[in-house]
């Protein structure tokens, strides 16, 4: 069964004069999720780490910027509406169920919707300052935000979504492969297999008129690519100005698999064959 919770009817208690109170948000979070503190505080830590961002600078901006947010009451109605009925919408277009909570909630600037265990339990987390920041406060985004994350549960409730990878190369390849099924799966409950909740002025336009262009790129990236230089997974990437292009290329290369596969087959792959998946994949479009 899905569960969900609005946690943001508490956001005005996390400021004091308009400045987020980080004491306050500890206590916060502890009531929405026992236990999780780390789990927020070390994805800081680990974008920190990287030497760029600083939590003054890129972080605390977000979040001071949400309690006068007009949209934030917008976005709390868009939530409201696309949770109503969402384990009947599971059931009718896939036949199976899903047992998870789905949360939002004000969080550090982690994402705008995330997967992650919480006492064993399958946790979507939507954070408010991530999306009033993207404007992706709409019933539309937020079909997106929440169709796409559930997918990742049904993968890693029918099939296997952690592997541990042997190289770079086969990291990227895999967050490519998942990242395209979560889209899949966010088509088929939108009911259009070329809907994105990314296309705002003219992405997926010129995703198509480039997909050659990035593959070729994705491909030759390989090699190098590490969670600091890659250009394809998040809205603070720019490839070629354009930000979560991986998406896009993930969600051709799996619909590229159901040609020969059946989606529920695919979840349970392992790494090996979905990397030589993947060079078939390449040879296919660009050889």
């Known amino acids: 069964m899905i569960k969900t919770l609005d946690a943001s009817v508490q956001i005005p208690s996390l400021f004091l004069d308009g400045v987020f109170q980080y004491s306050q948000w500890t206590a916060y979070i502890e009531s929405v999720c026992p236990n999780p503190v780390h789990i927020f505080t070390d994805d800081v830590k680990k974008c920190l780490d990287s030497g760029l961002y600083t939590f003054e600078k890129d972080f605390l901006p977000i979040l001071n910027a949400v309690p006068g947010n007009p949209k934030l009451d917008v976005l709390r109605e868009s939530f409201a509406a696309v949770v109503e009925g969402l384990d009947q919408r599971v059931s009718a277009c896939f036949g199976r169920t899903l047992d998870a909570d789905v949360i939002l909630y004000l969080g550090l600037c982690n994402g705008a919707g995330w997967v992650t265990r919480v006492n064993g339990r399958d946790v979507i987390l939507l954070g408010v300052e991530k999306i009033l920041e993207l404007g992706w406060y709409g019933v539309d985004d937020m079909h ?144």
């Open 144 to 287: 997106g935000l929440i169709y796409h994350e559930l997918g990742h549960v049904y993968q890693a409730q029918y099939g296997v979504l952690e592997r541990e990878p042997a190289s770079s190369a086969e990291n990227f390849v895999w967050q490519l492969f998942t990242e395209g099924i979560a889209m899949y799966f966010e088509q088929a409950l939108v009911g259009n297999p070329h809907y994105y909740h990314q296309d705002k002025n003219g992405w997926l336009a010129w995703c198509e008129r480039h997909f050659p262009q990035i593959l070729s790129d994705f491909h030759a990236d390989l090699s190098s690519m590490t969670p600091s230089s890659q250009r394809y997974f998040g809205d603070w990437c720019s490839y070629h100005g354009w930000g979560d292009t991986g998406y896009y290329l993930g969600a051709r290369f799996v619909r590229h698999l159901t040609e020969t596969h059946p989606f529920d087959t695919l979840l349970g792959l392992e790494i090996q064959p979905v990397f030589d998946l993947y060079k078939e994949f390449v040879k296919r479009y660009q050889l």
